[in-house]
């Protein structure tokens, strides 16, 4: 196992490469260039000198979260196989600069989504909610400006304000289209790109969605362990897998997370973990918590054994963090509640390695 952490370069982000080499156990960064637009290439002289900026600080630069797909391979239009083309360059230039695993969802128009980025929480501390009757309430302004207004000015990761233009019609462009029909554009993809992840040794995570179930009418399709399989099977190889981030599929408390993190593990198909807890107020009503059982819904024990127990070897790191102690950060990004969350997890990591001996 490999503790990585989230870092955005180039002045994007309130954390720095030395704070990060200064918590215990972490190995390297898993970091992305948010301000090239989706579709576009990575040009390997701005990846090498970024490696080089990650090295100096004694990081390690294997894992890219994300490289974004453009919308017209989410939406199968003809245009889209210009845009594949890219996307194998740009794998090509990251694995030429020693990257081993590239995270990516397939998400319709926008990533995740919160209905609320700072809940407070009763211990003085706020964390990211999100209530369903609110959020499915919002018109897409009201959306995008709830958003904007947490995000001190920093990019959040899917909100990249380069999508707002286009975000009202491609929304409407989703509103016909069925699961199936969206499993196929995927496959399109995968059958493009995978041959590539073998010849340049590159591990595919797919994040799932976030939260797990349909919302604004778009498609949502990957958010149990029925629809991971059929993810998976549309490409049956290793480099083929799963992102398991663990609140965001936890968000659903249908989905048992030790039991998928021990049943994709251990067929090998987990290169990445994201591993965050979350607190239910509803069923379909939740806030993010600080990583420890104790605090969420998730038993995290039970998710760390599965995953050591089934031979899981990729990276892992903390997500979304509360924000505590005054500090000011991109929503669920800052340093200091991430980095508890690093040390809660080597810890579990420790005593379940230990015991199992
Ligand atoms: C992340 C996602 O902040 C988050 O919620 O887990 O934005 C994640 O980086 C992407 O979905 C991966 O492509
Ligand atoms: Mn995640």
């Known amino acids: 196992m490999k503790m990585v952490f989230r870092w955005w370069p180039n002045g994007d ?8 080499r200064q918590i215990p156990g972490v190995s390297g960064v898993a970091t992305m260039f948010a301000d090239i637009p989706a579709g576009e290439v990575w040009p390997k002289e701005t990846i090498l000198a970024l490696r080089d900026e990650v090295h100096e600080a004694g990081l390690q630069m294997e894992v890219i979260e994300s490289v974004n797909i453009h919308e ?19 794998m090509k230039n990251l694995s030429e600069a020693g990257v081993k695993c590239i995270c990516y969802n397939f998400m319709p128009v926008m990533d995740w989504f919160r209905s609320n980025l700072e809940t407070p929480l009763s211990d003085g501390s706020f964390a990211m909610g999100y209530e369903h009757a609110k959020a499915a309430g919002l018109t897409l302004p ?14 959040l990761p899917g909100w990249e304000p380069e999508r707002f233009p286009a ?3 491609d929304i409407e462009f989703y509103q ?12 399109y993809f995968l059958s493009a790109v995978m041959p590539y992840a073998e010849e340049y040794d590159l591990d595919f995570g797919v994040h799932p969605d976030d939260p797990p179930w349909p919302l604004f009418g778009l498609p949502k399709v990957i958010g149990n362990a029925e629809s991971i399989r059929t993810f998976l099977s ?16 936890g968000a659903n408390p249908e989905n048992d997370v030790p039991a998928m993190a021990r049943e994709f593990a251990s067929m090998g198909r987990v290169p990445f973990v994201h591993l965050r807890n979350v607190k239910h107020t509803s069923e379909r009503d939740f806030h993010e918590s600080a990583h420890l059982s104790s605090d969420g819904d998730l038993d995290m024990y039970a998710i760390v054994a ?28 800052g340093l200091y509640d991430r980095a508890l969350g690093a040390a809660y997890i080597q810890g579990l990591w420790e005593a379940v390695e230990k015991s199992s001996k």
């Open 167 to 169: 975000m009202a019609k």
């Open 176 to 187: 016909n289209v069925s699961a199936e029909e969206y499993f196929k554009n995927i496959s």
């Open 234 to 249: 549309l490409h049956d190889s290793k480099r083929n897998g799963l992102t398991l981030c663990t609140g965001s599929l």
């Open 72 to 90: 017209d391979i989410k939406k199968g239009l003809p245009t889209r196989d210009a845009y594949i083309a890219n996307y194998i360059t740009t």
């Open 306 to 333: 599965a995953l050591h127990d089934s031979g899981f070897d990729g990276y892992i790191r903390p997500d979304h963090g509360r924000r505590i102690w005054d500090e000011v950060s991109r929503p669920g990004y």
């Open 13 to 20: 982000d309130t954390v720095t490469l030395s704070q990060i």
């Open 142 to 155: 009201k959306m995008i400006a709830a958003m904007m207004d947490g995000s001190h000015d920093l990019t």
